[in-house]
Nanobody, 117 residues
Framework: QVQLVESGGGLVQAGGSLRLSCASS????????MGWYRQAPGKQRELVAS???????KYADSVKGRFTISRDIANNTGYLQMNSLKPEDTAVYYC???????????WGQGTQVTVSS
């Protein structure tokens, strides 16, 4: 059974940084394209960053240059380093397959990120 556990969220002032972690059982980061998503109140869930099996990364324009997605294959853990945070980054953040929205994959609990102005 696939399980995704996100952690590392919190309350931070604008301009600050957070590092999110994603631990998975049942999904091997080595063999799958993975992504970080976020969902703000009243908005649809959106993909903000993805990393392919080969290590290529992509970012939404809204986070490009501020967020960095990475993975530790040995520990099967994914990360999202978030710098220069803005109030509009406030959302619940999730990790999942990079095509999770299209495929209707199951989701973890996510981790709340709140950026104060």
């Amino acid at each position: 059974q696939v399980q995704l556990v996100e952690s590392g969220g919190g309350l931070v002032q604008a301009g600050g940084s957070l590092r999110l972690s994603c631990a998975s059982s049942g999904i091997l980061f080595r063999f799958n394209d993975m992504g970080w998503y976020r969902q703000a109140p009243g908005k649809q869930r959106e993909l903000v960053a993805s990393i392919s099996r080969g290590g290529s990364t992509k970012y939404a324009d809204s986070v490009k240059g501020r967020f960095t997605i990475s993975r530790d294959i040995a520990n099967n853990t994914g990360y999202l380093q978030m710098n220069s945070l803005k109030p509009e980054d406030t959302a619940v953040y999730y990790c999942n397959y990079a095509n999770a929205i299209q495929t209707g994959a199951n989701w973890g609990q996510g981790t709340q990120v709140t950026v104060s102005s």
